[in-house]
Structures are given as C-alpha cells and as structure tokens.
C-alpha cells in the first residue's frame, strides 16, 4: 500500500511540475536538469567562507547535506545565481530539523542567510512525511528548506509539487509541508514566491507551514494548498499553517486554500491556518484565493482560527466558504477568540456572509470589520483608507481591488521623459558636468516597484538637474590668440595707419563659450581682415636720391667709363614700401658703388711736351743761365688725370715761362763784314720768338676749354 501511494505521489509531482512550465520554456531558458548528485566540492570545512554562490542543482543539494550534517552555517551568505531545475528528484530539505525529546533541544537548522537572488528553484518534489523516533522527532518538514533556525531565505520562487500521502504513526507531532520552509523557528522568510502544489496532513502552507517565532513578509502564494486528516485534524493556510508568537505584513494568498476533513479538528485560513498564544501579528494582507473545507470546523479569508492575533489593515476577496457548517466560517476570520483584536479590515460582501464566524466570543468592538462592494473595493476611498497607517498599497492597471505597491512595476515615465531631454550633443559640455549626467543616468535601476517610486522620481530628479547643470565648454580661442600673436608681432611703425588691428584686438570678448564660437571666429576674422588691410608706409629714397643728385653732378666726360653710374641710376624702381627698404638702399649703394668705380680720362700734357720739345730745342749754352727751364721742364710730373688739367698746363706755363726769361750770352762788338748778316739772323730770332708765343697762346686756350668743358 506505502508503493502504491508513494508511486502515486511521485507521479502528482512529475504532473503537476510539468502542467506548470510554460511550453516555450521546455525548449528554452530551462537550467539542466539535476541528476541527483551531490557537490559539496565548494565547502572547505577547513576555512570556510563568509559568503558562497550556488550555481547549480547539486551544489543546493549539497548545502542541503552540509546542514543536515550539523553545520548551521550561521552568519554565512549563500546566493544563488541562477535558476535550479530539480528535476522533480525526491528532495532531501536543506535542514531535517531535530528535536530531542528529553531537552527539547532542536538542531540540524539552518541560520545563515540564503538569497535567492531572484531566481526560481523549480521541480520542487518531496513525498517523504515527519516521523517520530524513540529518542525525538524530525521537527522540520516536507518544503524546499525544513527546518530555518534563526536564519533568512529571500528574494526566491520556488516551482514543483509537495505531497506528503502518508500522515505518519498515530500522535505524530507534526507533518509540516509547505513550498518554502517547513518549520520556521525564529528565521525570516521575506519577498519569497510559491507556486508549488502543497498537499498532505497536519500543518500545511504555500510558505511556511509552521511558524514560530519567526517572520514572514512581502511573500506570495499561488500554488493550491490541500490539507487532509488522517486520525488527527489538519492546520492548513495560504500563507503559514500554525503561527505563535509570529509576524507576518504584506503577504497574498492567490491559490486556492482547501482543507480536506474525514476526522479530528482543523482550521483553513487564506493567510493563516491558526494563530495561537503568543500574539501574532497580521498587517497588511490580503487573500483573493478560494477558501474552503468540507468538514465541521473553521474557516477564515484572512485567518482559520484566531485566539492570539493582531489583525490590522487585511481585506479580503476570496471566496470562503464550509459545506459542512456555513456558521464556522467568516470572511476575514473563522473562530475569532477574545485574545484576538481586529482593526481597518475589509471583505468582499458576496465573498462570504459574515466578517467572522458566529461562534467567534471576540467582542465586537475589538473586530472591526467592514463589507464592501466590489465597486468601493476598487474605489479609490477605499485605497486611501487602507493607507491611513501605512501607505504600502496601490491600484495596478486591470488587476481588481488594491495590491501592493511592492508588486505594481515603478512609473518611470518622470525618467524617461528626463532621458529625453539630455543634448544629443553632450561634446559640448564640460567634462565635469557630462559625468554628472552620465551618473545620474548610471544610477537608475530598472525594475522597481511602485513601493520605490519615490526612488524612481529621484532618478528623475537627478537626472533633470543634472542636465540643468550642464555648463557649456570655453569657445576655442586659439585661432584668435594665433591672429592677435600676428597682429603684435608687426612693427606698427611700418605702417600708415595701425589702429584697425588695434581697434580689432582690443574688441575681443573672452569668456565666450562653445555656442558662441562664431562671434570667436567673428573677432579672428575681424583683426585678420584688419591685418590684412594694413597698407605700408613707402620706403624712404632720401638716399637713393642724394646719391643720383651726386651722380648727376658729376661731369661724365671727365671720366673713361660712366655707363656703370648711369645704369646703377636707371635701375631705381619707385614706389617701394617700407619692408623693401633693403632693395631701396641696395639701389643707392649699386648708385654710390658705381659712383666710387668711375676712373677718370688722363690730363693733356700735349702742352708740356710741346714746352719740353721747345726747352730742348734750345742751346742752353746760348743763355746765361739754363736751369729754370730745366728745373721747369723737371717738375713736371705724369700721370695726372684730367681733374688736375690745371696742374699739368702750370707744368707748361712754368717751362714757358723759363724759357721767356732766358738771356743770352752776350757777343763781342766787332767790324762789320762784307755782307753784314746781322739783321737777317736778328729777323729770323725774331720770327722764332713770335711763332713759339702764339704756338704757347693756342695750347694754352685749348686746354682752358678742355677745363671748362
């Protein structure tokens, strides 16, 4: 019969898993499957770590071996990083859950911290139930984790079926099965999913079955939770099955509840089964799914049974009802005790008759409970009466009634419109402030919940003033600083009027930014034009002209070759500037060059030898004294040029001069001869003397012409 039934389950489980998976997910997206092993590989016992990542399905067998070997692993961190496929593979529980008989003592826990990082955990299957010993019981469960000492599991969905078929030996303590954790002994069990089919005896829950002590918050449930009775009655609820001393806020039940009776007492809650000493807390939840038994015991929207529990802020719009005994059932709780107090709770009129169940010994002032239509439900009087303590809830689009704004995807709208209105041109902009755009971007995160939604406006924000704190980059004034370098490294001087460069350079504006760069290109042109429009002074010819002034003067016929002086004075170009002052002076020095190379024509002292021909002609023994003709005729000296004509024609006229002051001897006084002579040779000397005086008197002029000319 235990094959049978153990068969039976393990088939639920494969069924079950598979009727859950997307289709397209079967050929994509899906982990690998577990084969069943067993890694432990990453754990040093040694040296162990503060914080470990789980990447597979073995390695999360694997923790689960670890603790069930006795290491609590408290203070220690596992994430993991990746979706788990268990392959609908009979799961061990990561913590068995001891408790000793004799002490009481629990061990075989786990109290470190698991993150799940997001990620589901699917295939989820256990059949094996609780089972007492000699010595103890297994105090954990049949769920993904058994028994959770002191520590946390969050941000986890778990997938897969939990069917426990045997309800164990007669007085079992307990059989808790849930999708999470099984027994929660002080942990916490926070923003956790369950999709996974629940079904089995005694305790049962989508999250926690039995929860002492502990706390559960922001969790879900959406898979159906079945409890069935063997010889004792069942604890059943969407969210924990049995609660003491606990804590849970902002929790939804969305599957369906149902418990099952053929024999002892129970109680089914769409949040929580029973709520028994010490207080329990229940704020903020609510529970949409069916709630339903068959048998002769209570039922409740929010709560089962209600003896030691604060409700405050709960609605409820699932259907509740009990076929056997519609009395024991209540819309937000089943059995209300007086140790229970009931504030700002809310149900669906049609979703059952009353807000608690009639045999209920609470008293009425301490439950207040309200039945609304489905209109007020969705009105948004409604919603602000439920955030009149704590604003946690919120209206999501085509979804009925409020939920929480933890589960209402953030408004991002104020973000992506600020996106927008960033430049498409940020190369404009100083580095500075174009990274305090780029982190203001950076930091937004995508994804967040309407419960973030101020975090989300702050993105916006951000982002808007830091786009308003762009500041421009410095215009580029380079090519003005090139064009003023220009303009001073002219000599002003050299020109006619300098005050338009001036005028140009002293216009210039600084502290123009990028988007003015064309008034900057404006200002460089302005004095590049100006430079441009300088005109030069003209050179100075003062020089060249007193040089052709001299050349002029001279008297070019005194001189062998005066060609080079006339051209040095025919190669003057005018009109020349001021910066071609050189080519102007080189003009004068070729005119003065020219000037210094002329040669002047030899003296004539044709004269001088027609006087020394003449000296020579003379007897000087004739003359009583012939050395002034001859010192004259010594003197002279040659080569003289023609600017020393009068030197050389005094050269003649002192020869000339010496031979007129000539005296000749005297000859004795003697008779006249026959044919006397005297006369004629008087006549000839005579002839002589006057032919030498007018031979002098021609030279003479001549050479004062030549001296004129």
């Given at each position: 019969m235990r094959r049978v039934k153990k068969a039976w389950a393990l088939l639920l489980c494969l069924c079950t898993a598979i009727s859950l998976m997307p289709t397209p997910a079967l050929a994509a997206g899906i982990p690998e499957d577990w084969d069943g092993t067993v890694d432990t590989s990453w754990y040093d016992p040694g040296s162990p770590n503060q914080s470990y990542e789980i990447a597979s399905a073995a390695q999360l067998a694997g923790l689960a071996e670890l603790v069930n070997e006795g290491n609590d692993f408290s203070g220690t961190t596992f994430t993991l990083t990746t979706d788990i496929n268990l392959n609908d593979k009979e799961w061990t529980p990561i913590g068995k859950?001891?408790?000793?008989?004799?002490?009481?003592?629990?061990?075989?826990?786990?109290?470190?911290?698991?993150?799940?990082?997001?990620?589901?955990?699917?295939?989820?299957?256990?059949?094996?139930?609780s089972a007492a010993s000699n010595d103890g019981y297994i105090l954990g469960g049949a769920a993904l984790f058994g028994y959770l000492l002191t520590g946390t599991v969050k941000n986890l969905t778990v997938k897969g079926n939990v069917s426990?078929?045997?309800?164990?030996?007669?007085?079992?303590?307990?059989?808790?099965?849930?999708?999470?954790?099984?027994?929660?002994?002080?942990?916490?069990?926070?923003?956790?999913?369950?999709?996974?089919?629940?079904?089995?005896?005694?305790?049962?829950?989508?999250?926690?079955?039995?929860?002492?002590?502990?706390?559960?918050?922001?969790?879900?449930?959406?898979?159906?939770?079945?409890?069935?009775?063997?010889?004792?009655?069942?604890?059943?609820?969407?969210?924990?099955?049995?609660?003491?001393?606990?804590?849970?806020?902002?929790?939804?039940?969305a599957g369906t509840v149902t418990y099952v009776g053929t024999a002892g007492a129970g109680s089914v809650g769409g949040i929580v089964g029973v709520g028994d000493a010490p207080q329990n807390t229940i704020q903020n939840c609510y529970n949409s799914g069916t709630v339903s038994t068959n048998w002769n015991e209570t039922c409740g929207g929010i709560i089962g049974s209600a003896s030691s529990v604060d409700i405050t802020g709960c609605y409820n719009s699932g259907t509740v009802s009990n076929s056997a005994n519609a009395a024991k059932c209540g819309a937000i709780g089943g059995s209300v005790g007086t140790g229970s107090f009931i504030a700002n709770s809310y149900y669906l009129d049609v979703s059952c008759g009353q807000g608690y169940a009639a045999s209920s010994s609470v008293e009425p002032e301490n439950a207040n409970i309200t039945a609304k239509t489905a209109e007020e439900l969705n009105d948004a009087d409604f919603l602000n009466i439920l955030n009149q303590s704590n604003p946690v809830w919120g209206?999501?689009?085509?979804?009925?009634?409020?939920?929480?704004?933890?589960?209402?995807?953030?408004?991002?709208?104020?973000?992506?419109?600020?996106?927008?209105?960033?430049?498409?041109?940020?190369?404009?902009?100083?580095?500075?402030?174009?990274?305090?755009?780029?982190?203001?971007?950076?930091?937004?995160?995508?994804?967040?919940?309407?419960?973030?939604?101020?975090?989300?406006?702050?993105?916006?924000?951000?982002?808007?003033?830091?786009?308003?704190?762009?500041?421009?980059?410095?215009?580029?004034?380079?090519?003005?600083?090139?064009?003023?370098?220009?303009?001073?490294?002219?000599?002003?001087?050299?020109?006619?009027?300098?005050?338009?460069?001036?005028?140009?350079?002293?216009?210039?504006?600084?502290?123009?930014?990028?988007?003015?760069?064309?008034?900057?290109?404006?200002?460089?042109?302005?004095?590049?034009?100006?430079?441009?429009?300088?005109?030069?002074?003209?050179?100075?010819?003062?020089?060249?002209?007193?040089?052709?002034?001299?050349?002029?003067?001279?008297?070019?016929?005194?001189?062998?070759?005066?060609?080079?002086?006339?051209?040095?004075?025919?190669?003057?170009?005018?009109?020349?500037?001021?910066?071609?002052?050189?080519?102007?002076?080189?003009?004068?020095?070729?005119?003065?060059?020219?000037?210094?190379?002329?040669?002047?024509?030899?003296?004539?002292?044709?004269?001088?030898?027609?006087?020394?021909?003449?000296?020579?002609?003379?007897?000087?023994?004739?003359?009583?004294?012939?050395?002034?003709?001859?010192?004259?005729?010594?003197?002279?000296?040659?080569?003289?040029?023609?600017?020393?004509?009068?030197?050389?024609?005094?050269m003649a006229r002192a020869i000339e001069d010496a031979i007129n002051r000539l005296v000749k001897k005297t000859t004795p006084t003697s008779s006249p001869q026959t044919g006397d002579t005297s006369k004629l040779t008087f006549w000839f000397v005579l002839f002589i003397l006057s032919s030498a005086g007018l031979t002098g008197t021609v030279l003479y002029n001549n050479n004062k012409k030549r001296k004129t000319n």
């Open positions: 859950g001891y408790m000793d008989w004799g002490t009481g003592e629990t061990s075989l826990g786990f109290s470190g911290t698991f993150d799940g990082g997001m990620h589901t955990v699917q295939g989820l299957c256990v059949t094996v139930n426990v078929q045997d309800f164990g030996p007669i007085n079992a303590p307990m059989g808790n099965n849930a999708g999470i954790v099984g027994f929660n002994g002080g942990g916490i069990v926070e923003n956790c999913i369950n999709y996974a089919a629940v079904t089995g005896y005694y305790t049962g829950a989508g999250i926690v079955a039995y929860n002492t002590e502990g706390t559960i918050t922001k969790c879900t449930n959406y898979g159906n939770i079945t409890a069935r009775t063997g010889t004792a009655g069942s604890i059943t609820g969407g969210i924990a099955g049995y609660a003491d001393g606990s804590s849970l806020s902002l929790c939804h039940n209206i999501a689009n085509g979804v009925d009634y409020p939920v929480f704004l933890f589960t209402i995807p953030a408004d991002y709208t104020a973000v992506d419109k600020a996106l927008l209105k960033i430049p498409s041109d940020m190369g404009i902009y100083t580095d500075a402030t174009v990274k305090s755009v780029n982190d203001a971007v950076n930091a937004v995160i995508r994804g967040k919940f309407a419960d973030e939604q101020a975090t989300v406006t702050k993105y916006a924000t951000a982002i808007g003033e830091a786009i308003a704190g762009l500041i421009y980059k410095d215009a580029d004034y380079s090519a003005v600083d090139r064009a003023i370098a220009k303009a001073n490294a002219l000599n002003k001087g050299d020109y006619n009027d300098f005050s338009a460069v001036e005028a140009a350079v002293n216009a210039v504006v600084r502290n123009k930014n990028i988007t003015e760069q064309d008034e900057v290109n404006n200002m460089e042109n302005a004095i590049e034009k100006a430079i441009a429009g300088l005109i030069y002074k003209d050179a100075d010819y003062s020089a060249v002209d007193n040089a052709i002034a001299k050349a002029n003067s001279l008297n070019k016929g005194n001189y062998t070759d005066f060609s080079a002086v006339e051209a040095a004075v025919n190669a003057v170009v005018r009109n020349k500037n001021i910066t071609e002052q050189d080519e102007v002076n080189n003009m004068k020095n070729a005119i003065e060059k020219a000037i210094a190379g002329l040669i002047y024509k030899d003296a004539d002292y044709s004269g001088v030898d027609d006087a020394i021909a003449k000296a020579n002609s003379l007897n000087k023994g004739d003359y009583t004294d012939f050395s002034a003709v001859e010192a004259a005729v010594n003197a002279v000296v040659r080569n003289k040029n023609i600017t020393e004509q009068d030197e050389v024609n005094n």
